[in-house]
């Protein structure tokens, strides 16, 4: 087994060819209510859940001032071709290695967290459609597509709630860098989405539809 930085060493597991299925979409645009439906809807058992904040670059290198000034909602503050290494190695039958990210200090632990290869890969992120490398290794393509408002509303709780940054700091970062970045990339790959689902994860409709395009996807594999 390898540490973050290199394909895993041990020998294929299986024959598994799984599914890959990539839910983008704005940040607090809903999309971990999404995925937390499909997982319920399709079992855990089945579903390797890997979040593109995972791969997050290690800025230790840094001072913690300098990396709270970073932009990270470019798709360069992300290690996305780790992540691609990491997509082709589960859908070869290899063990990987997640990467475990520390959003206050804005460092990479020395942990990480073993996944197996399974049914399905969920990949969950902001930035998945913006990469064509990244989006080409993807079966379903889904998008949440939900209000600025309420995307502004659920990030400012999210990010003082669970990444410990005050409100002004919030702000300042949604204006300087969260808005400008959607508009210039994540807005923009939404064109590539096989599936657009408006309002969430409170779209019921849509997510049926959805669980039952991946059952069927399942029972053909």
């Given at each position: 087994?390898?540490?973050?930085?290199?394909?895993p060493q041990q020998q294929a597991m299986n024959d598994l060819e799984p599914l890959i299925i990539g839910v983008?979409?704005?940040?607090?645009?809903?999309?971990t209510t999404v995925v937390?439906?499909?997982?319920?809807s399709i079992g855990s058992t089945d579903i390797v859940l890997i979040e593109h904040d995972s791969y997050y670059r290690d800025l230790r290198h840094i001072p913690l001032a300098e990396r709270q000034k970073q932009n990270f909602d470019h798709p360069s503050s992300l290690e996305?071709?780790?992540?691609?290494?990491?997509?082709e190695a589960l859908k070869s039958g290899y063990q990987i290695e997640i990467p475990v990210y520390d959003f206050v200090e804005h460092?990479?632990?020395?942990?990480?967290?073993?996944?197996?290869?399974?049914?399905?890969?969920l990949v969950d992120g902001i930035l998945i459609f913006s990469e064509p490398k990244l989006r080409n290794k993807m079966d379903i393509k889904?998008?949440?597509?939900?209000?600025?408002?309420?995307?502004?509303?659920?990030?400012?709780?999210?990010?003082?709630?669970?990444?410990?940054?005050?409100?002004?700091?919030?702000?300042?970062?949604?204006e300087k860098?969260?808005?400008?970045?959607?508009?210039?990339?994540v807005e923009p790959s939404k064109r590539?989405?096989?599936?657009?689902?408006?309002?969430?994860?409170?779209?019921?409709?849509?997510?049926?539809?959805?669980n039952a395009l991946i059952n069927r996807k399942l029972h053909d594999l």
């Open positions: 087994m390898t540490g973050v930085s290199g394909l983008g979409g704005g940040s607090g645009s809903g999309k937390n439906k499909i997982v319920e996305t071709e780790l992540l691609i290494r990491h997509l460092t990479r632990s020395n942990e990480t967290i073993s996944a197996s290869p399974k049914k399905i890969i889904i998008f949440v597509d939900t209000d600025d408002d309420i995307r502004l509303l659920r990030r400012l709780k999210r990010d003082i709630n669970d990444r410990g940054r005050d409100f002004d700091g919030v702000l300042n970062q949604y860098y969260v808005r400008p970045m959607h508009l210039e990339f590539y989405a096989d599936i657009i689902i408006p309002r969430g994860g409170e779209n019921k409709v849509a997510l049926d539809m959805v």
